[in-house]
Structure formats: C-alpha cells, structure tokens
C-alpha cells in the first residue's frame, strides 16, 4: 500500500521517504488531504552496454571479442591529411 502523506511532512522527511520508494513503494502527496501527486520508483529499463554485448554474445548473435588479434595497419594515403581530401572533395 502507498504511504499518503502531507507536502509539508514531505519537505520535512524527504529522504526518510525517497528511502521507501527506493524500497519500490510509491508516496502519495496530498494537500489538505487530496492528492495531488505521486512518487514512483524509477524502472531500470536498459541494461549497461556490457551486460548486453554479454547477452548477444550468448544468444549466438555477436562473436566474443577476440583478445589475441590485431588489426591491420592504417593503410597509407600519401602525404595529404584528412583535412586536404575533404576541401579537394568539396571543392574548396
């Protein structure tokens, strides 16, 4: 069951009752007895981004990182920067 509890005794004990939402219970705030808002636990929807390489790799749909290969060495452009080619591109 939701705590219902009044604005001024939220301003008053506010971290007493962020605790009991962290908890996973909602707070219900009332003025003169209304309510007048809600506060809800927040849902963890996504995951970090290791634990879901880490579930793809386990459903077959990526390939486990390979510590022992290297990649292939920059291929070699000339003298020109990367700064020339795009004004030579743009006409510049």
Do not use: F, W
Request: proline fraction near 8%; aromatic fraction near 2%.
């Amino acid at each position: 069951m939701a705590a219902q509890i009044g604005i001024r005794e939220a301003k008053i004990n506010l971290s007493k009752y962020l605790k009991l939402v962290k908890a996973g219970q909602e707070v219900i705030l009332t003025d003169r007895g209304c309510p007048v808002g809600k506060i809800v636990p927040i849902e963890k929807t996504e995951l970090p981004l290791n634990v879901r390489v880490r579930h793809l790799e386990e459903a077959g749909l990526l390939e486990p990182e390979n510590k022992t290969s290297k990649m292939s060495p920059p291929i070699p452009i000339g003298g020109k920067g990367a700064q020339q080619y795009l004004q030579e591109d743009r006409g510049l």
